[in-house]
């Protein structure tokens, strides 16, 4: 059995276990979504079932695989020899379904059965998960740490760290002497 079903403003043929990608529809993945405007329904060799506008009653149920953005568009305007540009880019946001069961009487699967954790079992496996230890140092080593003073532990724990060469001056600019004035003959 197949459904032309109609989301987001546009239609869709869609069977069981179809994979199809429309736009947005609000739901976590692995949630239950009813899409319920069928316009038509066939089955192999009868007629189809056309609706005025839709199909009473008749409904899609589809699973949300993932919620994802569709590849880049780039709108670029332009006006010809007026320096007019412009570029903006969009990413559609979009849902992938996974089709359930289509339904001319509109009766829901029954949701299969998975294994989900709950807090509680989340809980249970912390606890039961080995705690980690800092490693303990060998007797000797300890024995050495603590007799060393503070100050030799501070210098032995730092590794010596390699010389930058020094940065280069700019080399400071000469300023010449300043020549006097030539001094102005006058003539009275």
């Known amino acids: 059995m197949f459904a032309v079903v109609k989301t987001g403003g546009k239609q869709v043929r869609v069977a069981k276990d179809d994979r199809i990608t429309v736009e947005k529809i609000a739901g976590e993945p692995g949630a239950m979504v009813e899409l319920d405007t069928v316009l038509m329904l066939g089955e192999d060799g009868k007629a189809p079932t056309l609706g005025t506008p839709a199909v009473d ?11 994802k953005k569709s590849s880049k568009i780039v709108v670029f305007k332009k006006n010809r020899r007026k320096n ?18 289509v339904s001319p009487t ?25 705690k980690k230890t800092p490693a303990k140092k060998a007797p000797a080593e ?47």
């Open 142 to 188: 300890k024995a050495e740490a603590d007799s060393k003073p503070a100050a030799e532990k501070k210098t032995a724990a730092k590794k010596p760290a390699a010389k930058k060469p020094a940065a280069k001056k700019a080399p400071a600019e000469k300023t010449a002497a300043k020549k006097p004035a030539p001094k102005k003959d006058t003539e009275e």
């Open 57 to 67: 009653k008749a409904k899609v149920f589809a699973e949300v695989v993932e919620q």
């Open 106 to 130: 509109g009766t829901k699967p029954k949701a299969p059965a998975k294994a989900k954790t709950t807090k509680k079992d989340e809980g249970e496996a912390k606890k039961a998960a080995p």
């Open 84 to 101: 007019y540009r412009r570029t903006k880019g969009h990413r559609q946001e979009q849902t992938v379904l996974k089709v359930l069961e």
